[in-house]
Every structure is written in structure tokens, then in C-alpha cells.
């Protein structure tokens, strides 16, 4: 029987805080994912296939979050040029979402000294001189920011349903 090996890391964070990040990570990967199909939606009308969907999916695949969210905010301008301010603060709540699954999956981790319980993290910012930001964060919290981020997703959804511009994909590419 071969030994497990423990990471470093695991030292440091505890497996309930891994969970958390880790729920975090995973719950941003299916918010990218969506926004290739509300992409796709509104780009294709009565779309109901997987095949009806995968142009616009494949075309959108390589694009960063911040370009489908872009392109989507072009379309929305177009379909529902009164509703873009609401529009706007919806895609804000999820460039915030992005920002801390970002601080939490790009910054190493170590327990938190100005916390009980939380790991802390520190990014660092090079452009127009060295800056650091520290921030310490329960497991408890991490989830909250899972959640936020689904809660911002479904914000999303609730805008684009209120205006028959929301389909759900085929199950084949959920």
C-alpha cells in the first residue's frame, strides 16, 4: 500500500476551508459555463438542440469571462435599450463575484494572525507601484461568497426570463 503524501499546504488550511475555496472555484466555472449559454441564447433564436446552441457555444469557448460578459451587455443594449442601468449593476455584482474567486484562487494561503479560525491571503499589484492587500477569511465566509456568486447568477437569469430571453440549454451541454 502506497503512502500518502500530505501537502504542504494541507498544514495551513484546514479541509473545511479547502471545501469552501473549492465550492467557490467550482461554483465561478459553472457561472462561465452559463454565460456561453445566455451568449448562445441570445444570439440564436429558438434555439432547442445541442446543435441548434454549438456555434455560438464554440465560438464563445475561448472567450474570457469579461468578453462573453461584454458581448452580452452589447446584445442587451440592442434587445432592451431601457433596462441596460439595471443591466449594468447585475454585471457589476459579477465582476465583483470574479474579483474575489480570483483573489481566492490566484493568492497563496496561510492562517490568518488577525482572525480566529480564517486563513488570510495577500495579493500583491506591480502596475503604478508595489501595493499589497491582505484579506482573512472564515470557511463560513468563503461559502458566503459562493453562494453571493450564485445569487448574482440567478439575478442574471431573473433579468433575462422578466424579458423572454432566457433558455434553458439542452441537458446535453449543461
Do not use: C
Request: negative net charge.
Amino acid at each position: 500500500m502506497e503512502e500518502e503524501i500530505t501537502l504542504p499546504l494541507e498544514s495551513q488550511v484546514n479541509a473545511g476551508e479547502l471545501a469552501a475555496i473549492g465550492l467557490v472555484i467550482a461554483e465561478w466555472s459553472a457561472i462561465e459555463r452559463a454565460l456561453l449559454y445566455v451568449l448562445s441564447g441570445l444570439l440564436v433564436a429558438d434555439a432547442k438542440t445541442s446543435a441548434d446552441y454549438a456555434p455560438a457555444v464554440f465560438m464563445g469557448t475561448g472567450m474570457g469571462y469579461r468578453v462573453l460578459l461584454g458581448l452580452i451587455r452589447a446584445i442587451v443594449e440592442i434587445e432592451f435599450p431601457t433596462d441596460v442601468k439595471e443591466f449594468d449593476k447585475i454585471m457589476e455584482d459579477l465582476q465583483k463575484s470574479a474579483d474575489k474567486r480570483d483573489f481566492l484562487a490566484h493568492n497563496p494561503w496561510s492562517r490568518s494572525t488577525e482572525k480566529a479560525d480564517a486563513i488570510g491571503a495577500v495579493r500583491l499589484k506591480t502596475v503604478g507601484g508595489v501595493k499589497s492587500n491582505r484579506l482573512d477569511y472564515t470557511a463560513k465566509e468563503i461559502r458566503a461568497i459562493a453562494l453571493e456568486m450564485h445569487q448574482r447568477y440567478e439575478a442574471l437569469v431573473t433579468f433575462l426570463k422578466h424579458r423572454g430571453a432566457w433558455r434553458n440549454p439542452p441537458q446535453t451541454l449543461a
